[in-house]
């Protein structure tokens, strides 16, 4: 039997790239730009509805006289993925999010000068509110028909694809006078969501040039990362898997009497690098990371000290590694600790 099928979605939902703000699991609202609805069956056929810019601003889309879907998927702010429209199947869905970058997961700070159509309130939206959502329910209940027929309603949970780096910044531990961050880089990421390992960025010691890293995910050093209360953080976002991202730091400053770093050099420095190649939750190595989570780092007590001997003359020195403490939650925050 036919019926009519409302699909709602979160008002605020889960919840990057740039110095951004540090965010808190739970807070992060959506920049709404596009959705589409898929109705599946037991065979994996689907059907796609669009929402229009009336059923993003109710968050919620209504569809006349529908078989009684297996499953109903809902992707939002689609990116460079091509989705497919009307009939079609799952493995069609799947191989053109497949497509999606990592550079649509990392996009520059939007300014919306008036409330939309959509439903987006006026202001400023980072990178973390612009990335591509997903989320799916096989569970539909009974709902009070609208326009006299009989209708089923399927609440719809949002969730990243990604997952958000908040990179506070280093400071100077014994051996050192002072210590400077000129710019910072992730490496060790995946550039599509397929999890291509082929096409991969995962520079090492002797590949590296700071050229060749996307510029989406280098930034400069700033002053507005002090990782003391209030202040920013170098955002990133990056695709879940079994690469775990390394940050690297590149640095000036000046060595204390007495001291070198690992090449030997004393006194004053530019050019050098600190490479963070794990992290730690609590006293576990982590050795993936999760889509719509959270990880933060070295965004307290001043940032992550450092000792002249782990700065090297070029980054991913093989002989030294630096692990970091951090932690993980659900777009979802988690602070996690770099190991030395």
């Not at 990421?189 to 291509?196: A, E, L, S």
């Not at 995910?217 to 170098?234: D, F, I, M, P, W």
């Not at 490479?275 to 006293?283: C, E, I, M, R, Y």
């Not at 030294?320 to 030395?340: F, G, Q, R, S």
Request: charged residues 20%; aromatic residues 8%.
């Amino acid at each position: 039997m036919k019926k009519s099928l409302v699909v709602a979605l979160p008002g605020a939902s889960v919840g990057t790239y740039a110095v951004e703000e540090p965010q808190a699991a739970g807070q992060i609202t959506p920049l709404y730009s596009d959705a589409v609805v898929y109705l599946l069956d037991a065979g994996d056929n689907a059907t796609c509805y669009a929402f229009e810019d009336a059923d993003l601003a109710a968050k919620s889309i209504k569809i006349e006289e529908v078989v009684k879907p297996v499953k109903v998927m809902v992707i939002v702010n689609k990116g460079n993925a091509a989705l497919p429209t009307g009939k079609t199947t799952l493995s069609a869905i799947e191989t053109t999010l497949d497509a999606l970058t990592v550079e649509e997961q990392n996009k520059a700070l939007a300014n919306l000068a008036a409330d939309d159509a959509k439903g987006n309130v006026a202001g400023n939206y980072i990178s973390v509110q612009q990335v591509t959502l997903k989320g799916e329910t096989t569970t539909l209940e009974d709902e009070t028909d609208w326009d006299g027929h009989d209708a089923w309603k399927a609440d719809v949970e949002l969730k990243s694809l990604v997952s958000r780096f908040e990179i506070g910044t280093v400071k100077k531990g014994t051996g050192l006078e002072d210590l400077t961050v000129t710019n910072v880089y992730v490496n060790y990421f995946y550039n599509t969501y397929d999890m291509d390992a082929a096409a991969a960025t995962k520079l090492d010691e002797g590949t590296w040039d700071g050229s060749t890293v996307l510029a989406e995910l280098k930034n400069a050093g700033s002053t507005e990362v002090t990782s003391a209360a209030g202040t920013k953080c170098y955002a990133y976002q990056v695709f879940a898997g079994d690469m775990v991202p390394h940050i690297i730091f590149e640095v000036s400053g000046t060595v204390s009497d007495g001291y070198k770093l690992a090449d030997g050099t004393t006194g004053a420095f530019t050019g050098k690098y600190i490479t963070v190649t794990g992290f730690k939750d609590s006293s576990t190595d982590i050795t993936t990371i999760e889509a719509h989570k959270i990880y933060k780092v070295g965004l307290e007590s001043g940032g992550i000290e450092i000792t002249p001997e782990v700065i090297t003359p070029d980054p991913e020195v093989t002989k030294y590694d630096l692990k970091v403490n951090i932690t993980v939650a659900d777009w979802i925050e988690t602070t996690v600790t770099p190991n030395i």
